[in-house]
């Protein structure tokens, strides 16, 4: 299953401030995820991004909330802008395991809490 | 809206025993489902996935899926304390990559 390297691991930020976060592939997938997990709750998916196109948000994300980029098939960053402390939440990205191998793996997480 | 549905918990079993973990579905056209585990504070890991109706078995793990019934259920023989942890349920929307995941079972197994 390919590797996943996650970072930062952990932030805490200011209110109204940006954090960009990086998710780096050990092997080329065509599509990344990333999910949002607050706390005490399950993983919503935020968006699906492709390499070469915008990324694909879903209902209740918007872009200019969590810019997405995805500038080749090992990388995508997932933006949180303007933060407030309702977005204090585990930031996830995930790749799809492969039709030989299944599944989906997670990177490490990035625990935000925003202040 | 496509949902997944599982019991909170938390689902307390003896050591030794069996856990039996259920998860439900809306989307019938649903192909693919992953039983994963989360350690408090941790990403989540997957332990196994299905594709087919019955049975798939790995290790002490045993997924069962019935697509008629739209449920999918994970049991744990031999349940360890480590395996302690919320284990999340999640199905893949018909016709694209994305999963939809459940909300999780606490599983606690007392030593």
């Known amino acids: 299953s390919a590797v996943i390297s996650q970072k930062p691991s952990r932030d805490i930020c200011q209110r109204g401030t940006s954090l960009t976060i990086q998710c780096q592939v050990d092997?080329?997938?065509?599509?990344m995820f990333w999910y949002r997990q607050q706390p005490g709750q399950s993983l919503t998916l935020i968006a699906t991004?492709?390499?070469?196109?915008?990324?694909?948000?879903e209902s209740g994300f918007v872009i200019d909330k969590f810019p997405i980029s995805r500038p080749n098939l090992t990388f995508s960053t997932l933006t949180v802008s303007n933060m407030s402390p309702e977005d204090s939440s585990i930031y996830l990205c995930?790749?799809?395991?492969?039709?030989?191998?299944?599944?989906?793996?997670f990177g490490s997480g990035t625990r935000l809490t925003v202040v | 809206q496509k949902e997944v549905e599982q019991n909170s918990g938390p689902l307390s079993v003896p050591e030794g025993a069996i856990a039996s973990l259920n998860c439900t579905y809306s989307?019938?056209?649903?192909?693919?489902f992953f039983w994963y585990r989360q350690y408090s504070g941790k990403s989540p890991e997957l332990i196994m996935f299905?594709?087919?109706?019955g049975d798939k078995e790995d290790g002490r793990f045993t997924a069962q899926l019935n697509k008629a019934s739209q449920y999918v259920s994970l049991l744990i023989r031999d349940s360890q304390p480590s395996d302690s942890a919320t284990y999340l349920c999640?199905?893949?929307?018909?016709?694209?990559?994305?999963?939809?995941f459940g909300a999780g079972t606490i599983l606690r197994v007392k030593s």
């Open positions: 995930s790749v799809e395991g492969g039709l030989t191998w299944g599944g989906y793996t």
């Open positions: 092997s080329q997938v065509t599509m």
């Open positions: 991004a492709n390499q070469g196109s915008e990324a694909t948000y």
């Open positions: 989307d019938r056209g649903s192909q693919s």
């Open positions: 299905i594709y087919s109706n």
């Open positions: 999640a199905v893949s929307i018909t016709g694209g990559n994305k999963l939809v």
